[in-house]
């Protein structure tokens, strides 16, 4: 019904930038919440930046001041600009949304296949 599709991923090295892109297709009436998760080996999945369709945007401690969420919801997509990259960053991350779908009406939660960053030192 719908499908998150990443990219941006990949490798940089410490200090460095990679900016993330997940475009949402599919039966879409409209999406409330965008967000990207991180999971590192050995490591929970955790939230690393969301966005309300409102415009309301939060941030893992980790990530706050160094990482920017964004949207375009004409595109539906969402985009995550990350500065001053570490090591720990590195992880598989995976692009969320709640999405309202058509007929019939009603709120699912989705995930895309997620991208790898790698961070070297």
């Known amino acids: 019904q719908v499908q998150l599709v990443e990219s941006g991923g990949g490798s940089a090295q410490a200090g460095g930038s990679l900016r993330l892109s997940c475009v949402a297709s599919g039966n879409i009436l409209r999406i409330n919440r965008m967000g990207w998760y991180r999971q590192a080996p050995g490591k929970q999945r955790e939230l690393v930046a969301a966005s309300t369709s409102g415009g309301s945007t939060n941030y893992a401690d980790s990530v706050k001041g160094r990482s920017t969420i964004s949207r375009d919801n004409a595109k539906n997509t969402v985009y995550l600009q990350m500065n001053s990259l570490k090591p720990e960053d590195t992880a598989v991350y995976y692009c969320?949304?709640?999405?309202?779908?058509?007929?019939?009406?009603?709120?699912?939660?989705?995930w895309g296949q997620g991208t790898q960053v790698t961070v070297s030192s």
């Open positions: 969320n949304a709640g999405v309202i779908l058509r007929a019939p009406v009603f709120e699912n939660d989705y």
